[in-house]
């Protein structure tokens, strides 16, 4: 199989789209993450999968502690900012648990990180859940290389 038929089957599961967001260098820094799940109730811990061109992969060993935003349906252009789908800046962050996270997400999670797995062209970001926000509304998703939402 190619690579391409790969991505073709991987995008007929839907998912949720999350942005991961961490400060590096007194910068707040942050990429457009799709491949996020949770691992476990007893220690809180969840998982991203980290590309190894991406700016947080070659910090990583630095990276001790980030956000993760769960993006609501009216945040598709954030999404986009943060994918490098848009020369769009952004700049409207909020703190939990002193780690930079999207104002009016979601759901918010401040994470420090447990360990890390190298996975092929991708590193697999173990992290214990140490507080949580959550808010109402919508998950914006993303199935079949495309932005959808839901309707009831």
Do not use: W
């Not at 073709?8 to 990429?31: C, H, L, P, W, Y």
């Amino acid at each position: 199989m190619s690579s391409q038929q790969f991505r073709n089957a991987m995008s007929k599961f839907a998912t949720g789209i999350t942005i991961v967001t961490s400060q590096f260098d007194e910068e707040i820094r942050g990429m457009t993450v799709n491949a996020f799940m949770s691992v476990s109730l007893d220690p809180k811990l969840i998982t991203i999968s980290v590309d190894h061109k991406t700016t947080f992969y070659k910090n990583h060993k630095e990276i001790k502690r980030f956000g993760i935003s769960v993006l609501r349906e009216e945040q598709k252009d954030i999404s986009m900012i943060f994918a490098k789908q848009s020369d769009k800046s952004f700049e409207d962050f909020s703190t939990l648990d002193g780690v930079p996270v999207i104002n009016n997400a979601l759901t918010t999670l401040a994470c420090t990180v447990s360990q890390t797995v190298e996975a092929g062209d991708h590193l697999l970001v173990i992290a214990e859940v140490d507080d949580i926000q959550i808010n109402d509304g919508k998950p914006i998703l993303y199935f079949d290389s495309k932005y959808r939402t839901l309707n009831e």
